[in-house]
Protein backbone atom coordinates (compact mmCIF):
# COMPACT_ATOMS: atom_id res chain seq x y z
CA UNK A 1 0.00 0.00 0.00
CA UNK A 2 3.22 2.62 1.20
CA UNK A 3 4.29 1.62 -2.57
CA UNK A 4 0.99 2.58 -4.21
CA UNK A 5 0.75 5.46 -2.58
CA UNK A 6 4.54 6.88 -3.18
CA UNK A 7 3.88 6.13 -6.73
CA UNK A 8 0.27 8.34 -6.83
CA UNK A 9 2.77 11.36 -5.27
CA UNK A 10 5.31 11.12 -7.91
CA UNK A 11 2.88 10.51 -10.99
CA UNK A 12 0.27 13.41 -9.69
CA UNK A 13 3.91 15.87 -9.14
CA UNK A 14 5.04 14.25 -13.07
CA UNK A 15 1.60 15.12 -14.57
CA UNK A 16 2.01 18.94 -12.77
CA UNK A 17 5.41 19.53 -14.24
CA UNK A 18 4.04 18.33 -17.42
CA UNK A 19 1.46 20.49 -17.30
CA UNK A 20 3.74 23.40 -16.47
CA UNK A 21 5.58 22.33 -19.08
CA UNK A 22 2.72 22.38 -21.71
CA UNK A 23 1.91 26.01 -21.04
CA UNK A 24 5.41 27.16 -20.81
CA UNK A 25 5.64 25.94 -24.48
CA UNK A 26 2.55 27.66 -25.35
CA UNK A 27 2.25 30.72 -23.49
CA UNK A 28 6.50 31.43 -24.02
CA UNK A 29 7.75 29.78 -27.03
CA UNK A 30 5.20 29.44 -29.08
CA UNK A 31 3.21 32.44 -28.27
CA UNK A 32 3.81 33.75 -32.20
CA UNK A 33 3.56 30.72 -33.87
CA UNK A 34 1.26 27.97 -34.87
CA UNK A 35 1.08 24.54 -33.31
CA UNK A 36 1.08 22.14 -35.78
CA UNK A 37 3.55 19.35 -34.38
CA UNK A 38 2.04 18.47 -31.43
CA UNK A 39 4.38 15.87 -30.66
CA UNK A 40 7.06 18.47 -30.37
CA UNK A 41 4.98 20.01 -27.79
CA UNK A 42 4.71 16.37 -25.85
CA UNK A 43 8.04 15.42 -26.64
CA UNK A 44 9.29 19.03 -24.68
CA UNK A 45 6.57 18.63 -21.86
CA UNK A 46 7.75 15.13 -21.35
CA UNK A 47 11.48 15.89 -21.15
CA UNK A 48 10.69 18.69 -18.40
CA UNK A 49 8.39 16.84 -16.35
CA UNK A 50 11.20 13.87 -16.19
CA UNK A 51 14.03 16.87 -15.66
CA UNK A 52 11.86 18.41 -12.61
CA UNK A 53 11.26 14.65 -11.00
CA UNK A 54 15.16 14.42 -10.63
CA UNK A 55 15.36 17.40 -8.88
CA UNK A 56 11.92 16.44 -6.86
CA UNK A 57 13.36 13.04 -5.75
CA UNK A 58 16.77 15.15 -4.43
CA UNK A 59 14.85 17.29 -2.48
CA UNK A 60 12.67 13.80 -0.88
CA UNK A 61 15.50 12.26 -0.37
CA UNK A 62 17.14 15.10 1.96
CA UNK A 63 13.48 14.93 3.82
CA UNK A 64 13.40 11.59 3.92
CA UNK A 65 9.49 11.81 1.86
CA UNK A 66 8.69 8.46 0.54
CA UNK A 67 10.30 5.00 1.28
CA UNK A 68 13.71 4.08 0.77
CA UNK A 69 12.30 1.33 -1.94
CA UNK A 70 10.00 3.76 -3.91
CA UNK A 71 12.59 6.42 -4.13
CA UNK A 72 15.16 4.05 -5.66
CA UNK A 73 12.38 2.67 -8.01
CA UNK A 74 11.19 6.06 -9.27
CA UNK A 75 14.70 6.86 -9.27
CA UNK A 76 15.83 4.23 -11.75
CA UNK A 77 12.16 4.58 -13.92
CA UNK A 78 13.09 8.47 -14.45
CA UNK A 79 16.36 7.97 -15.05
CA UNK A 80 15.55 5.16 -18.07
CA UNK A 81 12.66 7.56 -19.33
CA UNK A 82 14.83 10.50 -20.06
CA UNK A 83 17.91 8.46 -21.09
CA UNK A 84 15.69 7.07 -23.54
CA UNK A 85 14.32 10.66 -24.59
CA UNK A 86 17.44 11.92 -24.90
CA UNK A 87 19.34 9.57 -27.00
CA UNK A 88 16.64 8.06 -28.89
CA UNK A 89 13.50 9.71 -29.32
CA UNK A 90 14.92 13.72 -29.34
CA UNK A 91 17.54 12.97 -31.75
CA UNK A 92 15.53 10.97 -34.38
CA UNK A 93 12.28 13.47 -34.31
CA UNK A 94 15.67 16.51 -34.86
CA UNK A 95 16.43 14.76 -37.94
CA UNK A 96 12.69 13.88 -38.86
CA UNK A 97 12.18 17.71 -38.67
CA UNK A 98 15.45 18.90 -40.27
CA UNK A 99 14.64 16.29 -43.53
CA UNK A 100 11.25 17.12 -43.52
CA UNK A 101 12.27 20.83 -44.83
CA UNK A 102 14.47 19.61 -47.47
CA UNK A 103 12.36 19.07 -50.73
CA UNK A 104 14.40 16.47 -52.71
CA UNK A 105 14.50 13.96 -49.59
CA UNK A 106 10.51 14.82 -48.58
CA UNK A 107 9.48 11.33 -50.38
CA UNK A 108 11.89 9.10 -48.11
CA UNK A 109 12.42 11.56 -45.11
CA UNK A 110 11.61 8.62 -42.90
CA UNK A 111 14.59 6.54 -44.21
CA UNK A 112 16.85 9.19 -44.41
CA UNK A 113 15.35 10.58 -40.25
CA UNK A 114 16.93 6.88 -39.38
CA UNK A 115 20.50 7.98 -41.25
CA UNK A 116 20.71 11.34 -39.15
CA UNK A 117 19.73 8.88 -35.71
CA UNK A 118 22.53 6.72 -36.57
CA UNK A 119 25.11 9.38 -37.47
CA UNK A 120 24.10 10.84 -33.79
CA UNK A 121 24.57 7.63 -32.31
CA UNK A 122 27.99 6.85 -33.52
CA UNK A 123 29.25 10.23 -32.57
CA UNK A 124 27.64 10.46 -29.23
CA UNK A 125 29.20 6.70 -28.17
CA UNK A 126 32.87 8.19 -29.84
CA UNK A 127 32.58 10.72 -27.33
CA UNK A 128 33.25 8.00 -24.61
CA UNK A 129 36.57 6.89 -25.64
CA UNK A 130 38.40 10.49 -24.85
CA UNK A 131 36.91 10.62 -21.43
CA UNK A 132 37.70 8.20 -17.97
CA UNK A 133 33.86 8.51 -17.34
CA UNK A 134 33.47 5.00 -16.48
CA UNK A 135 34.76 1.23 -15.28
CA UNK A 136 35.46 -0.96 -18.47
CA UNK A 137 33.01 -3.70 -17.09
CA UNK A 138 29.84 -2.46 -17.75
CA UNK A 139 28.15 -3.55 -20.12
CA UNK A 140 27.52 -1.88 -23.60
CA UNK A 141 23.61 -0.59 -22.97
CA UNK A 142 24.26 -0.48 -18.97
CA UNK A 143 22.77 2.60 -17.89
CA UNK A 144 26.20 4.07 -16.86
CA UNK A 145 26.97 4.09 -20.54
CA UNK A 146 24.57 6.24 -21.40
CA UNK A 147 24.47 8.63 -18.41
CA UNK A 148 28.15 9.13 -18.73
CA UNK A 149 28.08 10.18 -21.97
CA UNK A 150 24.86 13.18 -21.54
CA UNK A 151 26.86 13.87 -18.31
CA UNK A 152 29.99 14.81 -20.40
CA UNK A 153 27.81 16.98 -22.93
CA UNK A 154 25.69 18.36 -19.87
CA UNK A 155 28.50 19.33 -17.68
CA UNK A 156 30.26 21.22 -20.41
CA UNK A 157 26.93 23.14 -21.14
CA UNK A 158 26.80 23.82 -17.88
CA UNK A 159 30.50 25.02 -17.04
CA UNK A 160 29.84 27.20 -20.43
CA UNK A 161 26.98 29.00 -19.08
CA UNK A 162 28.01 29.04 -15.44
CA UNK A 163 31.52 30.83 -16.55
CA UNK A 164 29.91 33.30 -19.10
CA UNK A 165 27.09 34.09 -16.03
CA UNK A 166 29.27 34.29 -13.41
CA UNK A 167 31.19 37.26 -15.07
CA UNK A 168 27.79 38.94 -16.66
CA UNK A 169 26.28 39.30 -13.74
CA UNK A 170 28.26 41.26 -11.87
CA UNK A 171 28.93 43.12 -15.16
CA UNK A 172 25.14 43.69 -15.64
CA UNK A 173 24.17 44.79 -12.34
CA UNK A 174 27.05 47.03 -11.17
CA UNK A 175 27.18 50.23 -11.85
CA UNK A 176 30.92 51.19 -12.06
CA UNK A 177 30.39 49.68 -15.72
CA UNK A 178 27.77 52.06 -16.91
CA UNK A 179 28.70 54.98 -19.33
CA UNK A 180 28.19 58.51 -18.46
CA UNK A 181 25.31 59.29 -20.88
CA UNK A 182 23.36 62.71 -20.53
CA UNK A 183 20.40 63.92 -22.00
CA UNK A 184 22.64 66.01 -24.34
CA UNK A 185 24.44 62.94 -25.83
CA UNK A 186 20.88 61.32 -26.54
CA UNK A 187 19.51 64.75 -27.83
CA UNK A 188 22.77 65.12 -30.69
CA UNK A 189 22.58 61.36 -31.53
CA UNK A 190 18.68 61.80 -32.38
CA UNK A 191 19.63 64.65 -34.32
CA UNK A 192 22.01 63.18 -36.78
CA UNK A 193 19.90 60.35 -37.11
CA UNK A 194 16.46 62.80 -38.23
CA UNK A 195 18.78 64.80 -40.49
CA UNK A 196 20.20 61.35 -42.18
CA UNK A 197 16.01 60.49 -42.72
CA UNK A 198 15.72 63.34 -43.86
CA UNK A 199 18.37 63.06 -46.73
CA UNK A 200 17.05 59.94 -47.59
CA UNK A 201 13.29 60.88 -48.38
CA UNK A 202 14.91 63.49 -50.49
CA UNK A 203 17.57 61.61 -52.11
CA UNK A 204 14.54 59.15 -52.94
CA UNK A 205 11.89 61.74 -53.91
CA UNK A 206 14.78 62.85 -56.25
CA UNK A 207 15.17 59.45 -57.75
CA UNK A 208 11.17 59.09 -57.90
CA UNK A 209 11.04 62.52 -59.89
CA UNK A 210 13.99 61.17 -62.42
CA UNK A 211 12.21 58.36 -62.79
CA UNK A 212 8.95 59.58 -63.58
CA UNK A 213 10.59 62.46 -65.76
CA UNK A 214 12.37 59.46 -67.62
CA UNK A 215 8.78 57.39 -68.27
CA UNK A 216 7.14 60.23 -69.24
CA UNK A 217 10.00 61.04 -72.31
CA UNK A 218 9.85 57.16 -72.99
CA UNK A 219 5.78 57.53 -73.24
CA UNK A 220 6.49 60.72 -75.62
CA UNK A 221 9.11 59.18 -78.11
CA UNK A 222 7.37 55.63 -78.33
CA UNK A 223 3.46 57.19 -79.77
CA UNK A 224 3.94 56.27 -83.38
CA UNK A 225 1.31 57.30 -85.86
CA UNK A 226 0.11 54.91 -88.18
CA UNK A 227 1.45 51.33 -89.23
CA UNK A 228 4.21 52.71 -91.38
CA UNK A 229 5.75 54.60 -88.25
CA UNK A 230 5.80 51.60 -86.11
CA UNK A 231 7.33 49.21 -89.26
CA UNK A 232 9.85 51.90 -88.84
CA UNK A 233 10.68 52.14 -84.96
CA UNK A 234 10.72 48.48 -85.50
CA UNK A 235 13.18 48.32 -88.52
CA UNK A 236 15.28 51.49 -87.04
CA UNK A 237 15.79 50.71 -83.19
CA UNK A 238 19.30 50.00 -82.85
CA UNK A 239 20.07 47.62 -80.29
CA UNK A 240 23.09 46.67 -77.55
CA UNK A 241 25.81 49.94 -77.10
CA UNK A 242 24.34 51.41 -80.26
CA UNK A 243 21.14 52.08 -78.67
CA UNK A 244 22.86 53.78 -75.64
CA UNK A 245 24.95 56.04 -77.74
CA UNK A 246 22.25 57.10 -80.22
CA UNK A 247 20.35 58.27 -76.52
CA UNK A 248 20.16 62.30 -75.49
CA UNK A 249 23.44 63.21 -74.00
CA UNK A 250 21.05 64.25 -70.77
CA UNK A 251 19.15 60.54 -70.89
CA UNK A 252 22.19 58.97 -70.19
CA UNK A 253 23.33 61.29 -67.92
CA UNK A 254 20.47 60.73 -65.71
CA UNK A 255 20.55 57.43 -65.74
CA UNK A 256 24.19 57.44 -64.66
CA UNK A 257 22.69 60.35 -61.45
CA UNK A 258 20.22 57.33 -60.62
CA UNK A 259 22.82 54.45 -60.08
CA UNK A 260 25.19 57.35 -57.68
CA UNK A 261 22.34 58.73 -56.03
CA UNK A 262 20.84 54.81 -55.15
CA UNK A 263 24.88 54.47 -53.70
CA UNK A 264 24.22 56.93 -51.26
CA UNK A 265 21.17 56.09 -50.24
CA UNK A 266 22.02 52.52 -49.71
CA UNK A 267 25.02 53.97 -47.66
CA UNK A 268 22.61 56.39 -46.05
CA UNK A 269 20.59 53.56 -44.64
CA UNK A 270 22.88 51.77 -43.65
CA UNK A 271 24.39 54.69 -41.46
CA UNK A 272 20.67 55.00 -40.38
CA UNK A 273 20.32 51.56 -38.82
CA UNK A 274 23.47 52.57 -37.08
CA UNK A 275 22.51 55.62 -35.91
CA UNK A 276 18.90 54.11 -34.61
CA UNK A 277 20.91 51.22 -32.38
CA UNK A 278 23.08 53.40 -30.80
CA UNK A 279 20.21 55.70 -29.76
CA UNK A 280 19.15 53.29 -28.22
CA UNK A 281 21.81 51.63 -26.60
CA UNK A 282 22.37 55.40 -25.28
CA UNK A 283 18.41 55.18 -24.17
CA UNK A 284 19.30 51.90 -22.40
CA UNK A 285 22.21 53.47 -20.57
CA UNK A 286 20.53 56.10 -19.52
CA UNK A 287 17.14 54.53 -18.20
CA UNK A 288 20.06 51.66 -16.27
CA UNK A 289 21.54 55.08 -14.77
CA UNK A 290 18.05 56.32 -13.25
CA UNK A 291 17.82 52.71 -12.38
CA UNK A 292 20.99 52.50 -10.31
CA UNK A 293 20.24 55.07 -7.94
CA UNK A 294 17.00 53.76 -7.36
CA UNK A 295 17.04 51.38 -3.93
CA UNK A 296 16.36 48.40 -5.75
CA UNK A 297 19.55 49.74 -8.06
CA UNK A 298 21.55 49.75 -5.31
CA UNK A 299 20.47 46.77 -3.83
CA UNK A 300 21.30 44.96 -7.26
CA UNK A 301 24.77 47.10 -7.43
CA UNK A 302 25.78 45.17 -4.34
CA UNK A 303 25.03 41.80 -5.65
CA UNK A 304 26.82 42.91 -8.35
CA UNK A 305 30.12 43.68 -5.92
CA UNK A 306 29.29 39.81 -4.06
CA UNK A 307 28.94 37.98 -7.21
CA UNK A 308 32.15 39.93 -8.68
CA UNK A 309 34.30 38.55 -5.47
CA UNK A 310 32.24 35.08 -5.89
CA UNK A 311 33.89 35.24 -9.44
CA UNK A 312 37.43 35.90 -8.58
CA UNK A 313 36.72 33.43 -5.58
CA UNK A 314 35.71 30.67 -8.06
CA UNK A 315 38.01 31.65 -11.05
CA UNK A 316 41.12 31.18 -8.07
CA UNK A 317 39.58 27.53 -6.36
CA UNK A 318 38.99 26.44 -10.32
CA UNK A 319 42.06 27.32 -11.11
CA UNK A 320 43.16 25.24 -7.79
CA UNK A 321 41.49 22.45 -8.60
CA UNK A 322 42.96 21.88 -11.45
CA UNK A 323 46.34 22.29 -10.77
CA UNK A 324 46.52 20.30 -7.59
CA UNK A 325 44.29 17.90 -9.06
CA UNK A 326 41.67 18.42 -6.31
CA UNK A 327 38.11 17.17 -5.52
CA UNK A 328 36.33 17.89 -2.27
CA UNK A 329 35.23 15.01 -0.31
CA UNK A 330 32.83 16.63 2.43
CA UNK A 331 29.64 19.16 1.04
CA UNK A 332 30.64 22.60 1.23
CA UNK A 333 27.76 23.38 4.18
CA UNK A 334 28.79 20.81 6.04
CA UNK A 335 32.89 21.70 5.48
CA UNK A 336 31.90 24.97 6.32
CA UNK A 337 30.19 25.06 9.28
CA UNK A 338 33.04 22.37 10.52
CA UNK A 339 35.27 25.62 10.06
CA UNK A 340 33.13 28.02 12.01
CA UNK A 341 32.53 26.04 14.81
CA UNK A 342 36.15 25.07 15.17
CA UNK A 343 37.28 28.83 14.92
CA UNK A 344 34.65 30.01 17.21
CA UNK A 345 35.25 26.82 19.60
CA UNK A 346 31.52 26.87 20.41
CA UNK A 347 29.37 23.74 20.73
CA UNK A 348 27.13 23.04 17.61
CA UNK A 349 25.00 19.87 16.31
CA UNK A 350 26.86 20.29 13.03
CA UNK A 351 25.18 17.00 11.20
CA UNK A 352 21.02 18.50 12.55
CA UNK A 353 21.92 22.01 10.69
CA UNK A 354 24.02 20.65 7.57
CA UNK A 355 20.93 18.93 6.38
CA UNK A 356 18.74 21.86 7.09
CA UNK A 357 20.98 23.95 5.52
CA UNK A 358 21.75 21.65 3.07
CA UNK A 359 18.21 21.15 1.87
CA UNK A 360 17.72 25.31 1.15
CA UNK A 361 20.91 25.22 -0.42
CA UNK A 362 19.70 22.62 -2.87
CA UNK A 363 16.37 24.67 -3.25
CA UNK A 364 18.31 27.37 -4.47
CA UNK A 365 20.05 26.05 -6.39
CA UNK A 366 16.86 24.08 -8.31
CA UNK A 367 14.54 26.72 -8.42
CA UNK A 368 17.57 29.21 -10.11
CA UNK A 369 18.60 26.66 -12.94
CA UNK A 370 15.32 25.71 -14.01
CA UNK A 371 14.53 29.18 -13.77
CA UNK A 372 17.85 30.79 -15.15
CA UNK A 373 17.96 27.71 -17.99
CA UNK A 374 14.37 28.81 -19.03
CA UNK A 375 14.77 32.14 -19.40
CA UNK A 376 17.64 31.97 -21.55
CA UNK A 377 16.23 29.02 -23.86
CA UNK A 378 13.12 31.46 -24.12
CA UNK A 379 15.69 34.78 -25.66
CA UNK A 380 17.61 31.57 -28.13
CA UNK A 381 13.97 31.04 -29.28
CA UNK A 382 13.48 33.63 -29.76
CA UNK A 383 16.83 35.00 -31.59
CA UNK A 384 16.40 32.61 -33.92
CA UNK A 385 13.46 30.81 -34.94
CA UNK A 386 11.13 31.47 -38.26
CA UNK A 387 8.54 29.34 -38.88
CA UNK A 388 10.23 26.88 -40.70
CA UNK A 389 12.64 26.00 -37.75
CA UNK A 390 10.94 26.43 -34.93
CA UNK A 391 10.12 23.02 -34.23
CA UNK A 392 13.99 21.84 -34.80
CA UNK A 393 14.51 24.34 -32.46
CA UNK A 394 12.56 23.23 -29.66
CA UNK A 395 13.84 19.93 -29.77
CA UNK A 396 17.35 21.00 -29.82
CA UNK A 397 16.34 22.84 -26.51
CA UNK A 398 14.53 20.02 -25.32
CA UNK A 399 17.83 18.36 -25.73
CA UNK A 400 20.17 20.77 -23.91
CA UNK A 401 17.27 21.23 -20.93
CA UNK A 402 17.29 17.78 -20.23
CA UNK A 403 21.50 17.05 -20.28
CA UNK A 404 21.43 20.19 -18.39
CA UNK A 405 19.35 19.22 -15.61
CA UNK A 406 20.91 15.19 -15.77
CA UNK A 407 24.52 16.94 -15.44
CA UNK A 408 23.07 18.83 -12.77
CA UNK A 409 22.39 15.96 -10.31
CA UNK A 410 25.45 14.37 -11.12
CA UNK A 411 27.30 17.30 -9.80
CA UNK A 412 24.67 18.75 -7.16
CA UNK A 413 25.55 15.58 -5.50
CA UNK A 414 28.55 17.06 -4.07
CA UNK A 415 26.16 19.32 -1.80
CA UNK A 416 24.41 16.52 -0.57
CA UNK A 417 25.31 15.43 2.36
CA UNK A 418 27.25 11.96 2.81
CA UNK A 419 24.33 9.70 3.66
CA UNK A 420 21.88 11.50 1.35
CA UNK A 421 24.23 10.56 -1.60
CA UNK A 422 24.24 6.88 -1.14
CA UNK A 423 20.88 6.60 -2.84
CA UNK A 424 21.91 8.63 -5.71
CA UNK A 425 25.44 7.06 -6.38
CA UNK A 426 23.74 3.83 -6.70
CA UNK A 427 21.03 5.13 -9.14
CA UNK A 428 23.96 6.26 -11.20
CA UNK A 429 26.17 3.67 -11.09
CA UNK A 430 29.44 3.51 -10.90
CA UNK A 431 30.47 6.44 -12.56
CA UNK A 432 33.89 8.35 -12.34
CA UNK A 433 32.02 11.32 -10.10
CA UNK A 434 35.70 13.08 -9.59
CA UNK A 435 35.87 13.50 -13.76
CA UNK A 436 32.83 15.66 -13.80
CA UNK A 437 34.15 18.05 -11.06
CA UNK A 438 37.78 18.48 -12.69
CA UNK A 439 36.00 18.79 -16.24
CA UNK A 440 32.84 21.39 -14.94
CA UNK A 441 36.14 23.06 -13.00
CA UNK A 442 38.19 23.41 -16.64
CA UNK A 443 35.46 24.59 -18.89
CA UNK A 444 34.73 26.54 -16.20
CA UNK A 445 37.61 28.28 -16.37
CA UNK A 446 37.96 28.75 -19.73
CA UNK A 447 34.34 30.50 -20.20
CA UNK A 448 35.26 32.88 -17.42
CA UNK A 449 38.73 33.66 -18.69
CA UNK A 450 36.93 34.26 -22.60
CA UNK A 451 34.03 35.97 -21.09
CA UNK A 452 36.27 38.36 -19.22
CA UNK A 453 38.30 39.31 -22.30
CA UNK A 454 35.70 39.48 -24.50
CA UNK A 455 33.17 42.24 -22.07
CA UNK A 456 36.25 44.17 -21.60
CA UNK A 457 36.47 44.32 -25.85
CA UNK A 458 33.03 45.10 -25.55
CA UNK A 459 33.35 47.79 -23.04
CA UNK A 460 36.55 49.57 -24.58
CA UNK A 461 34.78 49.81 -27.72
CA UNK A 462 31.34 50.79 -26.75
CA UNK A 463 32.74 54.32 -25.69
CA UNK A 464 35.07 54.95 -28.86
CA UNK A 465 31.93 53.67 -31.23
CA UNK A 466 29.73 57.05 -29.11
CA UNK A 467 32.57 58.97 -30.08
CA UNK A 468 32.98 57.95 -33.46
CA UNK A 469 29.10 58.39 -34.57
Avoid at 298 to 303: G, I, T, V
Wanted: hydrophobic share 50%.
Amino acid sequence: MSFFVDSVIMVTSQVLFFGFGWLFFMRQLFKDYEVRQYVVQVVFSITFAFSCTMFELIIFEILGVLSSTSRYFHWKLNLYVILLVLIFVVPFYIGYFVVSNIRLLHRQRLLFSCVVWFTFMYFFWKLGDPFPILSPKHGILSIEQLISRVGVIGVTLMALLSGFGAVNCPYTYMSYFLRNVTDSDILALERRLLQTMDMIVSKKKRIAMTRRQMYQRGEEQNKQTGFWGMIKSVTSSPSGSESILNEPVHLRQQVLNLSLIQQEVDALEELSRQLFLETVDLQATKERIEYSKTFQGKYFNFLGYFFSIYCVWKIFMATINIVFDRVGKTDPVTRGIEITVNYLGIQFDVKFWSQHISFILVGIIIVTSIRGLLITLTKFFYAISSSKSSNVIVLVLAQIMGMYFVSSVLLMRMSMPLEYRTIVTEVLGELQFNFYHRWFDVIFLVSALSSILFLYLAHKQAPEKHMSL
